[in-house]
Each structure stands twice: as C-alpha cells, then as structure tokens.
C-alpha cells in the first residue's frame, strides 16, 4: 500500500484574545493518515530514533503541542466515539456559552462542561436555556437546524512524519492480516467441500472399484427383397432406411425386460454381477427386485442405433472378459430370432394361400383325368381324334381312287367303239368304291343302337380333353405361385450380418480412474462456486 507525500504541517500557538476565543462555529479539517473509528495515535509512544535531539525537518519558532493539549484532544475522540447526536451538541455549546465557557468545538464544549462537574444532557440544565419572550419580541436565539445523525468532526491535530508512516504501517498489517485470514478461510473451505471430496473419488476409482471390460459389437439387419420398381423404392432399398424400422425393434427388445430375463435364465445375469468380488457401489444385491436388476441391465448393456448408417452398435459390460463376450453373443442369438419373427406370420399366411391353391388345382386336375378315362373305356376309343383321323384319312383315299376310276370311265366312253369289259369293270369299281365311302362316313356321323357315333364320342373326349387341359393349366400356375411365394417369403426374410464380431478385451475398461477424478473434481468445483454465488447474492440482498 502506498500513500500520496504530503506536506509537513505545525500547529503555531497564537498570543492574543484570537487565540484565546476562536470562533464557536469553527471547525478544523481533517488531517490524512487519521482513522475514521475515532483513535489517538498519540496514545502509543514510537521511538523515532533521535533521543533527545530535536527533529532535523523541525523548523525554528515552531511549538510543538503541549500534553495538556494532547489529553484534552484524547478525550474529545472519547466523546465524539460516544455517538451524540447534533442536537445534543448544540444543546452542549448553548450551556457552555450560558456559564461564560469558550469551547472550540461542540465536542470542547462537552468536554469543559464535565471537566466543571455540569451534566450537559440533564433535564433541568436544558430548561434553563428556554427563557420565555417577555417583551414580545423575536428570539435571541437563532433556530438552528436539527440533525439526525452527527456528521464527523476532524481532529485538529497534526501528526508527525514518524507517527503517520506507524500508523500506516499498522494499517497495511492490518489489510494484511484480513487478507491471510480470509485466505485462509478460502483454502479451509475448498479443502473441505471441493479437494476432500475429489480425494475419497479418487481413492474409490484408483483403489476400490472392480475393473469391467467391455465388448463391442456391430451388426447390421438386412433382407432379401427384390429391388423395386418404383424410383423411391429404388432410393431407399440399399440405405439403412429400409431396415430401418426393424433396426429400431431390435434395439428395444435389446432393452427389454424380456431380454434381461432370458439372460438371467441362460447365464445367470444376476448371479453374477451379486458376487462378492464386486466392490459394494457396482454389486446387485442378491435379494435386489426385479427392477433394480433391470437398472443394473440397463447401465451395462447399451444398444445405439445410427440411423444414417444402419448399423446396431451394442455394448456389454461385465467384471470378467470372456463373460462379456458370452453375453453378447447370447444376445445376438436373442436378436436373430426376434428378427425371424418380424415375418415368420406374414411368410406363413403367404405360403399357406399358394399351397391350398395349388391342393385345390391339382385335385381338379386328377379329377378332369379320371373322367377322360372312364369315358375312353364306356366308349371303347382310346384316342378319338386318331381314329377319326385314320377315317378321314381312308375316306380320301377312296375318294382319290374314285376319282381315278372315273377318269378312267371317261376315257374309255369317249372312245367310239369302247370295250364293254372294261367299262364294266371300271363302272363296278366305281359303285363298290362310292359303297365304302357313304359307308365310311355313316360309320363317322351315325350311331347304333348299343354304341354311340364317333362324332358323339370325339365331342365328349374334347370336353373332357379341355377341361383336362384347363386343369393342367391351373395346376401350372398354382405351381408357379408357389414357388413365387417360397421366393418371396425368402426374399423378406431378415437376417443379421455381422460387422464387428465380440471379441474379449485383454484390459480392464472401466473404471476411467484418471478421466473420473477430473470430473469429480470439476463437479464439486461448479457446487461450490453456485453454492457461493448464491450465498453472496443472498448476503447482498439482506445487507441491502
């Protein structure tokens, strides 16, 4: 702390009635160095150094106050610490002037009024000064102004160069002093409240947690669709947005309570994690509800799903490596048959359609054959069309040969002298031939009494043809929807495929002694700065 150099002041005692009567109303400036509580420095000696030799920057004529004066200033501070009000100090001066007293000041006034054995304050002094107006006339006494609260009266004495630069020194020792204790008090509180707390987690982390390790794993859900028709559809088929959906369902089966009892009934998740190798903040109690295991389920199997990828990122967390991994293979065994679920309905109902079609059309089909069957043995005619094939065939033979025998029979008669013979002959083949013909065609269009017609039996085995072949149509198209609906319930199978297969960690990775102890400490750093915040706040606003 540094003060501004000041110059030297001396007090010069004055001769005269000047000295002797100064103003009542006069009151002396305050000097620099002087303590607002009111204390004398002069009460304390200091040893300036100098014995009895005068001071070398003391100048000649000037004097030096005397102890009478020194004691009479002590006790003005002693009465201006007593905290009179302004009324009371002029109250004070008025008695001093009514017993003919020359006070410096109101405090002097006091000061000589008690040195005389006067009470200053008593009733009775006080009323002597009210002296009623006789004459009618105005007051003697000038009303003054009252005051609530006394306002400070500077001392009039002048300190010396030694005494300043002492109490000074007593003033920075003091701003010192405050400073280390409420240093002092700063260090105590944050090493309660901030530094303490840091060390016990520090000690928990470093010393008694139990190690976990952690297994990561990715996978992703993917189907068999075919790519579709549509230019959205074909936008999305080979995103992450397809499975999206399906992604997200597997990840809160994960999640599930479902899940957490299944592992607890294949591996013995609970058991486990209740061991008393565990330190007692990770361990589950073995008595532990339902929910506080699934609590437990929670922190140590974490399953993320990014959707711009697709991917399913799953993480276990158990206290021994090869632990880890089994849980998170059993898990993905869980994960692939919820995923064989998602469609194991809709493939059902799919191929259940195709097949009772293709049951149905089959059996249309044996039926329409047994029907050409027994309709070839009533009637006795394997194939219709073959034998009205071979008929037709022999009709137009015969009438081939008819139509030569006839141009035969022309030749001859258009000879002028033809042989009869001959013309006979050829006459007799031409009847015979016309015979076989008109009997071929009777045999083809007429029927007799225990047999029917060939056209009649042609007509019903191409109608029972025809329904056969209509059946074996349908039987060829539910055939093939049955196979379109096996490819197609393969296609919207889902199936998971691996990206990072759970591999043991050879260290231990949690707990993050290090990287916790910072954030406990940052922790506890932010409660106690609000908590002082706060305090603060509240302390101005109850001083204010």
């Known amino acids: 702390m540094t003060t501004k150099p000041k110059a030297r002041k001396f007090r010069i005692r004055r001769s005269g009635p000047a000295a002797e009567a100064p ?169 309660f409240f901030v530094v303490l707390p840091t060390i016990i987690t520090s000690y928990y982390y470093f010393a008694i947690a139990t190690p976990m390790y952690e297994t990561n794993t990715e996978f992703v859900i993917q189907k068999a669709d075919a790519p579709s028709t549509s230019q959205l559809g074909g936008l999305f088929s080979g995103t992450g947005f397809a499975t999206s959906q399906d992604s997200i369902t597997v990840q809160g089966y994960l999640q599930s309570r479902d899940a957490m009892l299944r592992l607890d009934a294949d591996l013995g998740f609970r058991k486990h994690f209740s061991a008393p190798t565990i330190d007692p903040l990770q361990r589950l109690d073995p008595n532990a509800s339902m929910e506080d295991a699934y609590k437990l389920y929670r922190r140590v199997v974490k399953v993320g799903y990014d959707p711009t990828e697709g991917v399913v990122k799953m993480r276990v967390i158990a206290p021994d490596p090869q632990l880890s991994v089994a849980f998170s293979r059993k898990l993905i065994e869980y994960a692939e048959e919820q995923v064989d679920q998602l469609t194991h309905r809709l493939r059902e109902d799919q191929m259940k359609g195709a097949r009772e079609a293709f049951e149905e059309a089959e059996a249309r089909l044996i039926e329409a054959q047994r029907r050409v069957q027994e309709l070839q043995e009533r009637l006795g005619v394997f194939d219709p069309a073959a034998e009205s094939g071979a008929l037709l065939g022999q009709i137009t033979t015969f009438e081939t040969q008819l139509l030569q025998k006839r141009l035969e029979l022309q030749q001859l008669l258009d000879n002028p002298r033809p042989n009869r013979a001959r013309v006979e002959g050829v006459r007799g083949d031409i009847e015979r031939l016309e015979a076989l013909i008109a009997e071929l065609r009777a045999q083809m269009t007429q029927s007799g009494t225990n047999s029917a017609s060939l056209a009649q039996i042609t007509g019903q085995l191409r109608l029972a043809e025809t329904e056969l072949q209509t059946r074996q149509l349908m039987m060829t198209q539910a055939l093939q929807q049955l196979e379109a609906a096996r490819i197609e319930a393969n296609r919207q199978t889902r199936f998971l495929s691996m990206g990072v297969s759970p591999v043991a960690p050879d260290e231990a990775t949690y707990p993050r002694a290090f990287e916790n102890s910072v954030l406990a400490l940052v922790i506890f750093s932010g409660i106690y700065l609000m908590i002082s915040l706060t305090a603060s706040v509240l302390r101005e606003q109850v001083s204010g």
Do not use: C, W
């Open 23 to 191: 103003a009542a109303d006069a009151q002396p400036r305050p000097e620099a160095g002087q303590r607002a509580s009111g204390e004398n420095p002069l009460d304390t000696e200091v040893e300036d150094g100098l014995g009895s030799r005068a001071y070398p920057t003391a100048r000649a004529g000037a004097e030096v106050s005397s102890a009478a004066e020194v004691r009479a200033e002590a006790e003005i501070d002693a009465i201006r610490r007593e905290g009179l009000t302004g009324r009371q100090l002029r109250m004070a001066r008025r008695v001093a002037q009514r017993h003919g007293l020359s006070p410096t000041s109101d405090f002097d006034a006091v000061r000589l009024l008690r040195q005389r054995g006067i009470d200053p304050f008593e009733r009775a002094n006080m009323l002597e000064l009210v002296v009623p107006n006789r004459g009618g006339g105005e007051e003697t006494e000038p009303k003054l102004p009252q005051t609530v609260k006394a306002a400070p009266v500077p001392s009039t004495q002048v300190l010396a160069e030694d005494q300043r630069a002492a109490q000074i020194m007593r003033m920075q020792r003091d701003i010192v002093r405050r400073r280390r204790r409420k240093m002092a008090q700063l260090v105590v509180r944050l090493f």
